[in-house]
């Protein structure tokens, strides 16, 4: 049940003052005043990244391309030399960056090296996992000590049987105490990131939302609430299942059963994402962003390009071009709602606890 006085928190990626240098400050004024022109060429670097450590991945999720099985992309692990190369390269412009994309960062070993090195060089980190490994006391230190930002677990439900239904695969009892470990590190050495129980809400687990952001809190978490998204793999009308009960929880029109989805709100030949981040795919190709996940419109490729070369060049030009032409005509676009927060993430939306 939604209720309208209780916040449940927020899922944004908070920057540290110190973090924001003169160059980057200068850089995302170069970003800004792009973007409000609309002008293809910024002269600048992207004042957010997206870096995906891998696109393998230990669950079995339904409606995601890696989970389903629908991923035509091969599997790769981003090589930690190549990794440095990119900070290397944007560190001086850079202020966040997200490791993840379609696959469970934390199955490629170099992880922790990889949050400590772009965060030595004050980029702030994000990482969203499944929470898999945390139930190792081992990787809890290393992820206390690596210095991480923040950090987003897929917490869809309260019991193993709610949670399963849609992390499949992934063991709910190992993962939560995972959690309690983290927690207690946490308290003991005074230090770590931001951790998020990020609940995506679907039919089977909406009645467990406000027990999970009681426990949330209890672990010393901040809640979020997301709502499901059926764009990333074939559309099935089946899938409809998944969608909550309650229309607030949905980012699709409640009367409209049938694929392709229809989103409550219109699409805008706009789009800021293509004036301030891009993607950097585990086997180094780059994209425009995570929505891009089959790699629809490459944009150059890492370390052939540097990322300067890629971030103002010929197909990055092409794209801004188009994004507030023809935003339709771009087949990760057509159905992106990401630039729609209130249909996303839903941090404004409260609940209303038992």
Request: with cysteine; hydrophobic share 35%.
């Amino acid at each position: 049940m939604i209720h309208p006085d209780e916040p449940i928190g927020n899922n944004e990626l908070q920057i540290d003052f110190e973090n924001i240098t003169a160059s980057r400050r200068r850089n995302k004024d170069l970003l800004t005043r792009a973007y409000a022109t609309h002008e293809l060429v910024t002269g600048g670097m992207p004042n957010h990244i997206w870096v995906e450590p891998t696109n393998a991945c230990n669950a079995k999720c339904p409606l995601c391309p890696t989970g389903a099985g629908e991923s035509a992309r091969p599997k790769a692990m981003l090589e930690l030399q190549r990794f440095k190369g990119i900070v290397d390269e944007i560190y001086p412009y850079t202020e966040s960056m997200n490791l993840w994309n379609i696959g469970e960062p934390f199955l490629n070993s170099s992880i922790f090296d990889m949050i400590r090195y772009a965060e030595d060089r004050r980029i702030a980190t994000r990482v969203s996992t499944n929470g898999f490994v945390f139930y190792n006391t081992a990787n809890v230190e290393r992820l206390i000590t690596s210095g991480l930002s923040n950090l987003v677990v897929s917490m869809d439900g309260t019991t193993a049987e709610v949670f399963n239904k849609y992390r499949v695969g992934v063991d709910f009892d190992k993962v939560y105490r995972g959690l309690e470990l983290l927690h207690e590190a946490q308290q003991d050495f005074r230090a770590g990131p931001t951790v998020v129980w990020q609940f995506i809400a679907m039919r089977h687990n909406q009645h467990q939302i406000p027990q999970a952001r009681v426990l949330a809190e209890q672990l010393g978490m901040v809640f979020s609430l997301k709502s499901v998204n059926l764009d990333m793999v074939a559309q099935d009308p089946t899938n409809v299942a998944f969608l909550p009960a309650e229309n607030l929880l949905r980012r699709y029109e409640t009367d409209h059963q049938q694929s392709p989805w229809k989103l409550k709100s219109e699409r805008q030949n706009d789009c800021g994402v293509l004036w301030r981040s891009m993607m950097i795919n585990a086997d180094g190709v780059a994209v425009p962003c995570c929505y891009d996940y089959e790699v629809d419109l490459e944009i150059g490729r890492v370390p052939d390009q540097t990322i300067r070369d890629i971030w103002d060049g010929d197909a990055m030009q092409t794209l801004r071009r188009r994004i507030i032409t023809e935003r339709d005509q771009l087949p990760p676009c057509a159905k992106c709602s990401v630039d729609d927060r209130t249909i996303i993430f839903l941090d404004e939306i409260p609940v209303k606890r038992k």
